[in-house]
T-cell receptor, first 114, second 114 residues
Framework: GNSVTQMEGPVTLSEEAFLTINCTYT??????LFWYVQYPGEGLQLLLK?????DKGSNKGFEATYRKETTSFHLEKGSVQVSDSAVYFC?????????????FGQGTILTVHP | EAQVTQNPRYLITVTGKKLTVTCSQN?????MSWYRQDPGLGLRQIYY???????DKGDVPEGYKVSRKEKRNFPLILESPSPNQTSLYFC?????????????FGPGTRLTVL
């Protein structure tokens, strides 16, 4: 079946530090890959996406590249801010028999200190 | 304002007492879904609905029921809640199943079953 594995958290950084949150996946076919962000007390919001191999998704200074050879979609940001403190979820949509279905990783809590 | 609303936001109940969590969207979306979020497990899909009168099981449907009598509403029913259903629940909707990555999420319902 389809699955998503994220790096263990929580992650604690100082403002302006470099961020990487690892994400690897297992899926049949050619899934689309996503990162979602959940701010405290809110629902999830789509942060960025990539629909085919070597695509780079980017938004709000965050980037992730779809690497088919390593089945990975790591999230990066060059300089984090306190306002980036949130829970980040990697997810995939495999299509086919999984039409209309998202599979989520376990989430990574990010805390950024001033 | 485009939104997904859930009620109640917080609920404490006792084992076996039937409850319903309502979900409503004002965007004329075809696709709606319920997830539960548990620490270390990410979001897991409970049920989803492709359109009115069309519902299907997600990954963790046991102990839950849903209905989709109108396009805008997708209530989640727990006929006989148990403590292992203590969780944070999210309703989500998207224009169509193939745009599931663009889901709007509700604010969440935190349920505690004693």
């Amino acid at each position: 079946g389809n699955s998503v594995t994220q790096m263990e958290g929580p992650v604690t950084l100082s403002e302006e530090a470099f961020l990487t949150i690892n994400c690897t996946y297992t899926a049949t076919g050619y899934p689309s890959l996503f990162w979602y962000v959940q701010y405290p007390g809110e629902g999830l919001q789509l942060l960025l996406k990539a629909t085919k191999a070597d695509d780079k998704g980017s938004n709000k200074g965050f980037e992730a590249t779809y690497r088919k050879e390593t089945t990975s979609f790591h999230l990066e940001k060059g300089s984090v801010q306190v306002s980036d403190s949130a829970v980040y979820f990697c997810a995939l949509n495999a299509g086919g028999t999984s039409y209309g279905k998202l599979t989520f990783g376990q989430g990574t809590i990010l805390t950024v200190h001033p | 304002e485009a939104q997904v609303t859930q009620n109640p936001r917080y609920l404490i109940t006792v084992t076996g007492k039937k409850l319903t969590v309502t979900c409503s969207q004002n965007m004329n979306h075809e696709y709606m879904s319920w997830y539960r979020q548990d620490p270390g497990l990410g979001l897991r899909q409970i049920y989803y609905s492709m359109n009115v009168e069309v519902t299907d099981k997600g990954d963790v449907p046991e102990g839950y029921k849903v209905s989709r009598k109108e396009k805008r509403n997708f209530p989640l029913i727990l006929e006989s809640p148990s403590p292992n259903q203590t969780s944070l629940y999210f309703c989500a909707s998207s224009l169509s199943p193939d745009r599931v990555n663009e889901q709007f999420f509700g604010p969440g319902t935190r349920l505690t079953v004693l």
